[in-house]
C-alpha cells in the first residue's frame, strides 16, 4: 500500500487517522470544507477563496455564471462578513 512504501523510505510511521482528523486539520491548512466552514450563505469572496472566482470577475468577456453580478457589486462595495482563522501562540488562553 501507499503506506507501507512511505514508511519505507521516509522512515516516518503511517496510521490511519480517520475522516474527521482531516477536517480537523483542515483550518490549520487554511482549507475550507463545505459542511465544516462554508454554507450556501457563504460567497466565495466572504470565505477566502475568491481565487476561484478572480479572473471571471476581472474580464468583461468572460464565461458568465450565476451570481456574478452579486459577486461584482460584493467586491466593489466591501465585505460585509469575512471567514477568518485566528492562530493562538504559547497557550495564552487563560
Not at 474580464?59 to 482563522?85: S, T, Y
Request: net charge positive; glycine share 8%; hydrophobic share 40%.
Amino acid at each position: 500500500t501507499a503506506g507501507r512504501s512511505y514508511e519505507a523510505q521516509f522512515a516516518v510511521p503511517i496510521r490511519d487517522a480517520g475522516y474527521r482528523a482531516i477536517d480537523s486539520m483542515s483550518a490549520e491548512k487554511g482549507y475550507r470544507h463545505w459542511h465544516a466552514d462554508l454554507c450556501n450563505k457563504d460567497t466565495p469572496l466572504e470565505a477566502g477563496i475568491g481565487f476561484t472566482v478572480a479572473k471571471k470577475l476581472k474580464r468583461e468577456d468572460a464565461v458568465d455564471f450565476l451570481g456574478r453580478d452579486a459577486l461584482v457589486a460584493q467586491k466593489q462595495n466591501g465585505l460585509k462578513r469575512k471567514l477568518v482563522a485566528l492562530v493562538l501562540e504559547n497557550n495564552s488562553i487563560p
